[in-house]
């Protein structure tokens, strides 16, 4: 930072999905908050606010989403009894979501350049979702100067 007014803006952002896995671009939500803010130079801070629920940066190509749903479904799939996973012998259903998450992660930073988000070629801010249709939150936390 140059030595300029530290500001900051937080926002939260909500969404439901109809399916219980689904991928959603949030670029355009995040660039609204980085914009509103009016940070020129900083960071910019994207997290799921949910355990099975991710925030990451990858290209926007459905090929790339449809390999994750199936890498991701044979790493962990889904199985609702107890008999797979010792966390479903507490009354969840949703093991498999939580280990979804980890994999794919829980926030992505990134930097905010003469007032937008510095990505490199095809980068862009998706929110995973591994457990849904409910409402769940993201956390849009900018600041600098």
Same mark, same amino acid.
């Given at each position: 930072?140059?030595?300029?007014?530290?500001?900051?803006?937080?926002?939260?952002?909500?969404?439901?999905?109809?399916?219980? %896995? #689904?991928?959603?671009?949030?670029?355009?939500?995040?660039?609204?908050?980085?914009?509103?803010?009016?940070?020129?130079?900083?960071?910019?801070?994207?997290?799921?606010?949910?355990?099975?629920?991710?925030?990451? %940066?990858? #290209?926007?190509?459905?090929?790339?989403?449809? #390999?994750?749903?199936?890498?991701?479904?044979?790493?962990?799939?889904?199985?609702?009894?107890?008999?797979?996973?010792?966390?479903?012998?507490?009354?969840?259903?949703?093991?498999?979501?939580?280990?979804?998450?980890?994999?794919?992660?829980?926030? %992505?930073?990134?930097?905010?350049?003469?007032?937008?988000?510095?990505?490199?070629?095809?980068?862009?801010?998706?929110?995973?979702?591994? #457990?849904?249709?409910?409402?769940?939150?993201?956390?849009?936390? %900018?600041?600098?100067?």
């Amino acid at each position: 930072m140059t030595g300029g007014k530290v500001k900051s803006a937080t926002k939260r952002l909500t969404f439901t999905t109809i399916e219980r %896995v #689904d991928f959603i671009n949030i670029t355009s939500d995040v660039e609204e908050v980085v914009r509103s803010s009016a940070v020129r130079e900083g960071l910019c801070l994207v997290n799921a606010m949910h355990i099975t629920a991710s925030v990451f %940066v990858n #290209d926007d190509e459905s090929g790339l989403h449809a #390999d994750y749903r199936q890498w991701l479904e044979q790493l962990a799939p889904f199985d609702a009894s107890p008999t797979r996973y010792a966390h479903n012998r507490t009354g969840e259903d949703n093991a498999d979501a939580h280990m979804k998450r980890q994999i794919m992660g829980r926030e %992505v930073v990134v930097a905010i350049t003469a007032g937008k988000l510095d990505f490199g070629p095809w980068e862009q801010i998706f929110y995973g979702e591994f #457990d849904g249709r409910r409402p769940k939150r993201v956390l849009v936390k %900018v600041i600098g100067e």
